[in-house]
């Protein structure tokens, strides 16, 4: 079983090789010189939400970071959640990307752990101490919303996360200079799983719209350009 589940990958990278690498050989060509994104994306490490198939990016577009439930830490040089901040440092002062885009997405495992209640199964626990980041925003789910179905709360809490992580960006002095200069922006985006649809944070009415429509659906007209 192994065997055969291992050989999909193999299998993938051949047909990588052959219908990307050889196809798009200037590109590769170009980017072993350097790397050049304007854009550095935060997202979950879900496996259903690879951001650069998502967004259809072709290599060297996008900086990913991608971790559980796409969350930000708050600027802090004493703490011990560095992978992150040294990542976004990267982005912002090394790339000199132009945005930072925040995606969310529906039915995140943890933030459905956090907002059940997660109980280690162990004494070393990396999981609940990287959620306690977002922990001001259950406990404001949970007293605006505790009447609440356990999924309306959830649902609450993704789009809650996404926001806390755009303030928390701006805590970070390369981030927050830039921003008020006016050389970087910062967006934040939630994938809708089940419509197939995309949502953005609108600092103009605190709450998210539809950037992109549902299949079927008429497209919200230059959204994007009034967030």
């Not at 304007?38 to 496996?47: A, H, N, R």
């Not at 200079?177 to 953005?200: K, P, V």
């Amino acid at each position: 079983m192994e065997v055969r589940n291992i050989h999909q990958f193999i299998e993938g990278f051949q047909r990588f090789q052959s219908k990307y690498f050889s196809g798009e050989k200037p590109l590769y060509n170009k980017l072993s010189n350097g790397q050049n994104p304007t854009t550095l994306l935060i997202g979950c490490c879900d496996s259903r939400v690879d951001p650069a198939l998502l967004l259809d990016c072709d290599p060297g577009d996008i900086f990913v970071i991608r971790n559980v439930a796409n969350l930000v830490p708050p600027c802090n040089e004493s703490g011990n959640q560095q992978g992150v901040s040294a990542a976004i440092q990267f982005a912002v002062e090394a790339l000199n990307v132009k945005r930072i885009i925040v995606m969310g997405h529906e039915k995140c495992g943890g933030i459905r752990a956090l907002m059940q209640g997660y109980q280690p199964s162990r004494e070393i626990d990396f999981i609940g101490r990287w959620m306690r980041i977002v922990e001001p925003v259950k406990q404001q789910v949970l007293n605006q919303l505790g009447h609440c179905a356990t999924e309306v709360q959830n649902h609450a809490c993704e789009l809650g996360a996404i926001i806390l992580s755009l303030n928390n960006l701006r805590s970070f002095p390369w981030v927050a200079e830039r921003e008020l200069s006016g050389d970087i922006a910062l967006h934040g985006w939630y994938f809708d799983m089940t419509n197939g649809a995309l949502l953005a944070y609108s600092d103009r009415t605190d709450s998210f719209l539809p950037m992109v429509c549902p299949l079927g659906v008429p497209h919200a007209a230059e959204l994007a350009t009034t967030l």
